[in-house]
C-alpha cells in the first residue's frame, strides 16, 4: 500500500465546474497535509495546507481533511482553464520534520473551455 | 525576490560518469531541501540542510549519492557514478526557519538527469 494515495486522473471538468481532487494516507499519525500544483516542467507551488479536521477555505479552494477517514481533498470552484496542472497531495508523517513531505503520484486536472 | 534556482535544467551522461547539481535557495532561507522524482514514482525526499548542517539524510539512497551545502547557501548533490535508475528529476526545496514547522516549501524547477 502506498503511504499517500491519489487517482492519477486526468481529471477533465468543464470550464466553471467544481473540481473535486482526492488522497488518501495510510500513516494515521501523520500531522500535516498540504497541496501543491505543478505546471507542466514548472515547480511544484503550495495552495493549500490544513492541520485540523474540517474545511478550510481560500478564494476558490476548499481543503478537507477527515482524520478517522485518512483522507484529505481538495475542492476548487469555478474551475478555470488555468487551473489545468498536476496537483500534488503531501503529508507529514507523525514524529518527523515539518519539511520532510511524503508525496501522492498526482492527479492530473484539465479544465476544458 | 528570486527564487529557488536549479542548475543545470537538464543533464544527459552515460552510466558511470559523475553529475554534480547545484541548489540555490531564496536567500535568507536555511532550511534547505532535495527531493526527486523517478520516472513514474512519486516525489521522494533525499535530505534536509539546516544551514550547513545535515538534518536529515534518511531519503539518500546510497552512498553513490553526496550532497553539500558549505556556507549555508547553495547547495550542491553529486552522483559518482551515476547508474540507470538514478534517472529523474531532481528538486530543491527552500524554507526560513519560522517555517520549519509549517511545511511551506518552495521550489526549484528541477533538474533533470538522464543516464544513458
Known amino acids: 500500500q502506498k503511504e499517500v494515495e491519489q487517482n492519477s486522473g486526468p481529471l477533465s471538468v468543464p470550464e466553471g465546474a467544481i473540481a473535486s481532487l482526492n488522497c488518501t494516507y495510510s500513516?494515521?499519525?501523520?500531522?500535516?497535509f498540504f497541496w501543491y500544483r505543478q505546471y507542466s516542467g514548472k515547480s511544484p507551488e503550495l495552495i493549500m495546507f490544513i492541520y485540523s479536521n474540517g474545511d478550510k477555505e481560500d478564494g476558490r479552494f476548499t481543503a478537507q481533511l477527515n482524520k478517522a477517514s485518512q483522507y484529505v481533498s481538495l475542492l476548487i470552484r469555478d474551475s478555470q482553464p488555468s487551473d489545468s496542472a498536476t496537483y500534488l497531495c503531501?503529508?507529514?508523517?507523525?514524529?518527523?520534520?515539518?519539511?520532510?513531505?511524503?508525496f501522492g503520484q498526482g492527479t492530473i486536472l484539465t479544465v476544458h473551455p | 525576490e528570486a527564487g529557488v534556482t536549479q542548475f543545470p535544467s537538464h543533464s544527459v551522461i552515460e552510466k558511470g560518469q559523475t553529475v554534480t547539481l547545484r541548489c540555490d535557495p531564496i536567500s535568507g532561507h536555511d532550511n534547505l531541501y532535495w527531493y526527486r522524482r523517478v520516472m513514474g514514482k512519486e516525489i521522494k525526499f533525499l535530505l534536509h540542510f539546516v544551514k550547513e548542517s545535515k538534518q536529515d539524510e534518511s531519503g539518500m539512497p546510497n552512498n553513490r549519492f553526496l550532497a553539500e551545502r558549505t556556507g549555508g547557501t547553495y547547495s550542491t548533490l553529486k552522483v559518482q557514478p551515476a547508474e540507470l535508475e538514478d534517472s529523474g528529476v531532481y528538486f530543491c526545496?527552500?524554507?526560513?526557519?519560522?517555517?520549519?514547522?509549517?511545511?511551506?516549501?518552495?521550489f526549484g524547477e528541477g533538474s533533470r538527469l538522464t543516464v544513458l
Open positions: 503531501a503529508v507529514v508523517a507523525g514524529g518527523t520534520s515539518y519539511g520532510k513531505l511524503t
Open positions: 526545496a527552500s524554507s526560513h526557519l519560522r517555517h520549519t514547522n509549517t511545511g511551506e516549501l518552495f
Open positions: 500513516d494515521r499519525g501523520s500531522q500535516s
